[in-house]
């Protein structure tokens, strides 16, 4: 086995599922300056949907994540309206909690419906690789590597070409002088806000085939989520999925190479490394960055 | 750095940090316990001499992500109570059974601090968790009471306190049963020499993983088998262990210690399919291991893996028991069908202990006090057989390393057969041959069955 290569391939395709997740939570981050820590809940959610849909009615998670995400995107609107939106502009303090609140009370909603027990999906795939050479890589893993660029191109262009998603650069970049510019700002965070939570929702399904869900499995994402954010650049899509990949490598090298334990360790080393080198993150612009906030 | 981005990076940080005050919850209870402002020793309020009624409060998550299998636990305690209180109760009076919810270490310190000076209790009983058991016993021993744990396995729960009866098993125990089963039978199963053998020992970096894995280290410096991994890894975050698998491969292991939960060990075993990583044999220490939802997702692929663990009704030949023990087990399979409770592996834990608690300890105690209830506790002596779970009670006096610990609660090994555990080891107990060992290479093994729909 190449085994290099091999450790090298786990690495990325971990990266790719962290990437899903911090696409949209980088949008939320870069455009609304809101610290979104339910954003992982969202992704429980959607992993609780496929995990339904496969039990009850037998349904692909690749098939349910056609009816999680548009399910998703429809809760991050009425979350936006009834929490986010009373938030922008409050000091930060406010809005920290408030997603912390909200992430919590998701939490326990999901363990009061579904109780703590592990549900599992096995479809045909589980378990099975593709292999090249002496390499093997996780067929569900490959999926949800692929949907992850594959959404994040789609995103990146919506961002670049499209006129809703200049509108999303522009208050990103400068809320008031987009407001004056005739934008809807309160529009934008809200489909903002949607489509980043719609984001975590389709990491959750695509990712049902690979882990458990509990009501708890958020949380085992969301904080490595932050990181992969801050150190590919505030508000950066391009950054986000580089920074993801690069830590899921890191993590699958020195885990080889040192131990599970130091692997945690070696990407907060490699995340104040960049911050202290190119405090705006790898990606990240100056100009994204400016706090509008009260 | 510019200002704005520390702005941004404050607002990280904090936001972090209060999220690891939420995960950290445990902790931070666990050391309230030790506040020296809590060290002064609180009114118990229960006078032993002139309470008729004993009051037994029984201590077990019934909310949050441990309730499912702790309230299994409490059905046994309720049940034990309800049948005892049958047969007359303690000299024709019904002991009363008072209930408190503790889903967490800090939960646990509360619940404690409620049951005794609230609700007067003399006597409590738990609690499932080791992180809630290890904060909630020196709350007890601050108020004077017996603590009763009868299903959580940490080391230290029996190894300090003195004011603690365990009538299941030690985790020192379990990883140390885990070792000599790798060196003796399981090496002849696979037909390697015990000082030939390579083991690799992996567990979640929490209290009741690492309590199993530093008894099994400590075993393995005394054992002609070989360490050759020792990794811990932490169970609420890890998303991959493909390092791990491949580290294991490198290695050459002969066989895996596993200390785990239920979705890390599920997902290891699907990893370590994907990459194709042959492990001739995988023993799990209670946890994850022990747990249908870990088999079923598995399906055929956790034919042959085993498990060690206090044994259960389920898992022995009840036949082997003495009458009364199986007249026993009747009554309280009938009791819990009428209740509408399922029968779990921590049900009958649950039961038998408080049920020898309270017909071989609670009579013969002078008291309800803490001192009266452990010294009657020195003359329990009930024979495996007479026990439900197949295992016996005799508890070590207070000189002994592990004071209050059932010295009687040996663990078993168990194997998955079909989605069932069935004893293997050790033979006198065992109830089944074992199946695939060595595991055989995932290439030979049968597809993965999907389990049936909830």
């Given amino acids: 086995m190449d085994l290099a290569l091999q450790i090298v391939t786990s690495g990325l395709l971990t990266g790719g599922i962290y990437a899903l997740l911090a696409v949209g939570l980088t949008l939320i981050f870069g455009v609304l300056r809101v610290v979104n820590f339910a954003h992982g809940e969202f992704m429980m959610l959607g992993m609780y949907g496929a995990y339904w849909m496969w039990a009850l009615w037998d349904i692909d998670p690749y098939l349910s994540v056609f009816v999680v995400v548009p399910a998703i995107f429809a809760l991050g609107l009425l979350v936006d309206r009834l929490i986010i939106r009373r938030t922008i502009g409050a000091p930060e303090v406010t809005v920290v909690f408030a997603t912390l609140g909200l992430s919590i009370f998701l939490q326990n909603a999901a363990l009061t419906v579904w109780s703590a027990d592990t549900r599992s999906v096995t479809t045909g795939y589980t378990g099975t690789a593709f292999t090249l050479g002496e390499v093997r890589a996780s067929v569900p893993l490959v999926v949800s590597f692929g949907v992850a660029l594959v959404l994040a191109l789609a995103l990146w262009a919506f961002l670049n070409n499209t006129r809703f998603g200049k509108a999303i650069q522009a208050v990103a970049q400068n809320r008031d002088a987009a407001a004056l510019m005739g934008i809807n700002v309160q529009r934008v965070y809200m489909m903002t806000y949607a489509i980043a939570v719609a984001g975590a929702g389709a990491m959750g399904a695509i990712a049902a085939p690979v882990f458990s869900v509990v009501p708890r499995v958020g949380l085992s994402f969301v904080i490595t989520a932050f990181v992969i954010v801050v150190l590919g650049g505030l508000g950066s899509v391009p950054g986000a999925v580089i920074a993801a990949l690069l830590i899921g490598v890191v993590q699958s090298v020195v885990g080889f190479m040192i131990g599970a334990a130091w692997a945690e360790i070696a990407y907060f080393a490699v995340f104040m490394a960049v911050l202290v080198l190119r405090p705006q993150g790898l990606f990240g612009r100056r100009g994204a960055e400016v706090y509008q906030g009260a | ?454």
Wanted: net charge negative.
């Fill in chain 2, 1 to 454: 750095m510019r200002p704005i981005t520390r702005h941004a990076l404050l607002l990280v940080l904090l936001g972090l940090f209060a999220f690891a005050l939420v995960a950290c919850e445990a902790d931070d209870a666990a050391e309230e316990v030790d506040d020296p402002d809590d060290d002064a020793p609180a009114e118990n309020g229960v006078d032993d001499d002139t309470d008729d009624q004993v009051r037994i409060g029984a201590m077990f998550p019934q909310s949050g992500d441990l309730a499912f299998e702790a309230t299994e636990a409490l059905q046994g305690v309720e049940v034990a109570v309800e049948l005892f209180n049958e047969d007359g109760g303690l000299d024709g009076t019904p002991v009363e059974l008072v209930d408190a919810d503790a889903p967490d270490p800090e939960a646990g310190t509360s619940a404690v601090r409620q049951l005794v000076e609230e609700d007067e209790v003399d006597v409590i009983v738990g609690t499932y968790a080791s992180a809630i058991a290890s904060a909630a016993v020196p709350a007890a021993q601050r108020l004077d009471t017996l603590y009763l744990e009868t299903t959580a396995f940490a080391a230290g729960i029996t190894e300090g306190p003195d004011n603690v009866l365990r009538t299941t098993i030690s985790s020192r125990a379990l990883g140390a049963y885990a070792v000599e089963f790798i060196g003796s039978g399981l090496a002849d199963e696979l037909g390697v020499d015990a000082d030939e053998m390579r083991v690799a020992m992996v567990y979640s970096d929490d209290e009741f993983g690492t309590s199993i894995a530093e008894a099994a280290l400590d075993a393995l410096e005394d054992s002609p088998v070989e360490l050759v991994l020792d990794e811990s890894y932490d169970a609420a975050t890890v998303s991959d262990f493909s390092s791990t698998l491949l580290r294991i491969d490198e290695e050459d292991a002969d066989a895996l210690i596993h200390v785990s939960q239920i979705s890390d060990g599920i997902l290891f075993w699907r990893q370590a399919q994907e990459l194709d990583i042959e492990i001739p044999a995988a023993i799990g220490a209670g946890g994850g291991y022990g747990q249908s939802d870990f088999a079923e997702p598995l399906g055929d692929a956790s034919d042959g893996i085993f498990n060690v663990v206090p044994p259960t009704s389920g898992s022995i030949d009840t036949d082997a028991l003495s009458q009364d023990a199986q007249d026993l087990l009747g009554r309280m399979q009938d009791r819990l069908e009428e209740e509408g409770y399922a029968q779990g592996v921590y049900t009958d834990w649950g039961f038998m202990g408080t049920w020898v608690f309270l017909n071989e300890v609670l009579p013969n105690a002078e008291s309800t006090s803490t001192e009266d209830l452990l010294a009657a506790a020195q003359e329990v002596d009930v024979a495996a057989e007479d026990s439900i779970t197949g295992f016996g009670f005799e508890f070590a006096g207070p000189d002994h390393e592990t004071p209050g610990q059932n010295l009687r609660a040996d663990p078993v090994v168990q194997q998955w057969q079909d989605l069932d555990l069935s004893v293997v080891f050790p033979e006198e107990l065992a109830v089944a041959d074992t199946i695939n060992v060595p595991l055989p290479p995932w290439a030979e093994r049968d597809e993965i069955e999907e389990p049936e729909d909830d």
